[in-house]
């Protein structure tokens, strides 16, 4: 069975923070000796972009370092990036005392094992469609979309209308100086 986080779940989240790979892509990476590739949704782009616009804070943290990342957190101006091969423990921590919130504040999502540490500690655990299991049991929701097919835009719309602003952020929108596509 899927689990399936309530509303006033959603409702607290105060900080958005995902992994990369496997989350915000499909988990596909395209090399060629020189540059790498890797294939965003511009959907979940504008989630993100929606939820700063509310004021909830994005952060992607990632065990490595890629320039495809860090170009793509930069155009959509991820308030926290996280490249390093250390425990993302650390990450998340290091994070949430800059943005002066605690770990239940914390929605995280994740695809894989190496964020199971993470998913115990933060308020709001996800996990992809696509997430491997023990990643699933650890979890309070899993989004009916996988990775880097709308998953993070699914939890990000349900933030926002958990936090009663759909309705503002649909008027912001519908203004002739609305959002661009993200």
């Known amino acids: 069975m899927r689990p399936i986080a309530t509303t006033a779940q959603f ?11 496997g989350v915000l892509t499909n988990a596909t990476v395209f090399m060629n000796g020189r540059n790498e590739y890797k294939q965003f949704n511009i959907q979940d782009g504008m989630g993100l972009r929606l ?4 004021g909830i804070p994005v952060g992607w943290v990632s065990n490595r370092s890629s320039a495809a990342t860090t170009a793509r957190a930069k155009e959509l101006k991820v308030d926290y990036l996280w490249q390093k091969s250390k425990p993302k423990v650390e990450a998340v ?17 994740s695809d894989d ?9 933060v308020g709001l ?18 989004t009916k979309a996988e990775g880097g097919q709308g998953a993070v835009r699914e ?12 309705p503002h952020v649909i008027r912001e929108l519908s203004h002739p100086e609305g959002y661009r596509d993200q």
């Open 11 to 21: 409702k607290c989240v105060k900080i958005f923070l995902t992994d990369v790979d």
């Open 155 to 166: 939890v990000c719309d349900k933030i926002i209308e958990a936090h009663g602003k759909w």
């Open 51 to 54: 939820l700063q616009h509310i």
């Open 93 to 109: 921590a290091s994070i949430l005392k800059k943005a002066k919130l605690d770990w239940d504040d914390a929605c995280f999502m």
């Open 113 to 121: 094992i190496n964020d199971l540490a993470v998913l115990s500690r």
């Open 125 to 142: 655990p996800i996990a992809v469609a696509n997430a491997r299991q023990e990643v699933i049991t650890a979890v309070k929701h899993m």
